[in-house]
């Protein structure tokens, strides 16, 4: 079954612990991004990677770190330095590294729960 | 700095009405928007965008550079219309790289 996996779906954290939520992507697509949505505010862009080995913040990156040392995973990981971690996090990728005329996929998500 | 507002929260129409979700853009360059969809228990997808000129699922938008607007319309909306409804703009960042930024979205609902 092709397309972009995200797991954990729900994962609860002790606060002051990083945790890392994966997604992975069997589409072959160049670019890959992290969004993170919160009721009412939308999808904001965490960080994007458009070619392995490469990332770039977006606009949210504070307290996140991700890698791409593979083309089909782009891990996340959610640091203690995140001031408000709880949120549903998305994963989604792109065939281009052009996001103009490209189209996103998305992952299912996945919900962080800080206690 | 790229924007995108959605106006409306929440919007509900009756079955068969015609149907309108606001979006309006701020962006100095060349604009690409784009308006997603998210349906109850099912993935965000790409529903349509503005260089495709195109109508899916009786839904249309057109882009507006003058007012900086790119409003979904449909003229008879279904139940299964409802959703929420993300507006999206393409465009590059202070740094050069390109990046897509969503407004808060609408929720959508068709009453029977």
């Known amino acids: 079954d092709g397309g972009i996996t995200q797991s954990p779906k729900y994962l609860f954290r002790k606060e002051g612990q990083n945790v890392t939520l994966s997604c992975e992507q069997n589409?072959?697509?160049?670019?890959m991004y992290w969004y993170r949505q919160d009721p009412g505010q939308g999808l904001r862009l965490i960080y994007y990677?458009?070619?392995?080995?490469?990332?770039q913040k977006g606009d949210i990156a504070e307290g996140y770190s991700v890698s791409r040392e593979k083309k089909e995973s782009f891990p996340l990981t959610v640091t203690s330095a995140q001031k408000n971690p709880t949120a549903f996090y998305l994963c989604a990728s792109s065939l281009v590294r052009s996001i103009r005329g490209g189209e996103l996929f998305f992952g299912e998500g996945s919900r962080l729960t800080v206690l | 700095a790229q924007r995108v507002t959605q106006p409306e929260k929440l919007l509900s129409v009756f079955k068969g009405a015609p149907v309108e979700l606001k979006c309006n853009y701020s962006y100095s360059g060349s604009p690409e928007l784009f308006w997603y969809v998210q349906y109850s228990r099912q993935r965000l997808q790409l529903l349509l965008r503005?260089?495709s000129r195109e109508s899916i699922k009786g839904f249309t938008a057109d882009l507006n550079k003058g007012e900086t607007s790119f409003h979904l319309k449909k003229p008879f909306a279904q139940e299964e219309d409802s959703a929420m409804y993300y507006c999206a703009l393409a465009g590059l960042s202070q740094g050069g790289s390109e990046k897509l930024v969503f407004g808060k979205g609408t929720k959508l609902t068709v009453n029977p």
């Open positions: 503005h260089i």
């Open positions: 990677s458009q070619i392995v080995n490469d990332f």
């Open positions: 589409l072959n697509h160049d670019a």
